[in-house]
């Protein structure tokens, strides 16, 4: 079982800056593909970016250039550095891990920290 906290949400000027924290619990994700999705006000959960456990990374073409997925396997901890924030970014973001080591897992999710960008 793996538990996901994620952390450091808030509220934040467009163009300014902040880091996603997502730190596991239960066992090692170091063998995990894990990712950021988010959800805004009324609309479906979209994925955001991915890293997976030999440290490929995607993104979602709205956030390329902008974000930056990251792990540390020593502190079971996965980040998401957002630059240059737009509105549009305003959302709840939540972390999640499955297929480890390109095998099924069960999927688990965190609770989700909320991020809010003014203009």
């Known amino acids: 079982q793996v538990h996901l906290v994620e952390s450091g949400g808030g509220l934040v000027q467009a163009g300014g800056s902040i880091t996603l924290s997502c730190a596991a619990s239960?066992?090692?994700?170091?063998?995990?593909?894990m990712s950021w999705f988010r959800q805004a006000p009324g609309q479906e959960r979209e994925f955001v970016a991915s890293i997976r456990w030999h440290g490929g990374t995607s993104y979602v073409d709205s956030v390329k250039g902008r974000f930056t997925i990251s792990r540390d396997n020593a502190k079971n901890t996965m980040y998401l550095k957002m630059n240059n924030l737009e509105p549009a970014d305003t959302a709840i973001y939540y972390c999640?891990?499955?297929?480890?080591?390109?095998?099924?897992?069960?999927?688990?999710w965190g609770q989700g920290t909320q991020v809010t960008v003014s203009s």
């Open positions: 999640r891990a499955d297929t480890e080591r390109g095998r099924p897992t069960p999927v688990y």
């Open positions: 239960g066992r090692s994700v170091v063998n995990y593909d």
